[in-house]
């Protein structure tokens, strides 16, 4: 019996690309393990042409080389195959949130493709962690299942398979025997300073502020006015745009 008791398939995504960048680096190869609701494991695992030479630095983290990707097809050949692969399902991942959903997200748009769809829950498990335990994916691994990820780490199948099964470990150690649901995880995976799904504002010494960006660490009451009219025009969340349409008629969340 799954620790989490799901209601879709839910899929471990780990990527490796030529950078960090999330505008500018591409994906090299993006490993999917499904979780189906009755416990059934679905891997898939491909190398991508990302269109440009793969930086030497990249090479080093990830192993993969330019001469590797010859011949591979390019993201947008693929795009729509992956997007009804994905379509459905919940997410999940070790930083996936931070880079992952962010980095093939971008891909996608580059292709005409919204993603994540709306109502997608994206558990990241390096959250929980952080929040809960703070480590990195080999140390959470060996923390919440026991096992050593091995000489593998950086290889996107292993990563996406150990990230999964650091979050099914996180489950029986947060929530315990009972049937915990997706939307248990959410919770352990946010900080309980934030006020907005993604962290874009956070409590500070009791007052709200940006928490990101040119604003950061800035009061809402401090930050100009024009700001809030910018995000409202742009692709945030909606919890966050509600939270500046506020500020920007001068109502904020209120002070611890």
Not at 163 to 192: C, F, H, N, W
């Amino acid at each position: 019996m799954l620790p989490i008791k799901l209601t879709r398939p839910l899929v471990s995504i780990d990527l490796e690309t030529t950078g960090v960048d999330v505008e500018n680096d591409r994906i090299l190869q993006i490993a999917l393990i499904t979780l189906h609701p009755d416990g059934k494991r679905d891997s898939k695992c491909r190398l991508i042409d990302p269109g440009v030479p793969i930086p030497k630095e990249a090479t080093a983290v990830h192993g993969i080389r330019t001469e590797d990707i010859v011949g591979k097809l390019a993201f947008s050949l693929v795009a729509r195959s992956l997007q009804k692969l994905l379509s459905g399902c919940d997410i999940t991942g070790y930083n996936v949130a931070g880079f992952d959903v962010p980095m093939l997200s971008a891909e996608f748009k580059r292709c005409g493709i919204t993603w994540p769809e709306e109502g997608t829950k994206i558990v990241d498990s390096m959250a929980v962690f952080r929040v809960q335990e703070p480590q990195k994916l080999a140390q959470a691994l060996k923390f919440y299942t026991g096992r050593d990820i091995g000489d593998d780490a950086h290889d996107a199948e292993v990563d996406a398979s150990a990230a999964l099964d650091v979050l099914l470990g996180q489950a029986q150690r947060y929530i315990g025997d009972e049937r915990t649901k997706l939307s248990d995880m959410l919770v352990l995976a946010k900080d309980p300073d934030w006020l907005d799904s993604t962290g874009k504002v956070k409590r500070v010494n009791g007052v709200a502020c940006i928490n990101f960006g040119k604003w950061l660490g800035k009061p809402l009451a401090q930050v100009d006015r024009g700001y809030f009219d910018w995000v409202a025009k742009q692709d945030f969340p909606e919890d966050f745009k509600a939270i500046c349409k506020d500020a920007g008629d001068g109502i904020y969340p209120e002070q611890d």
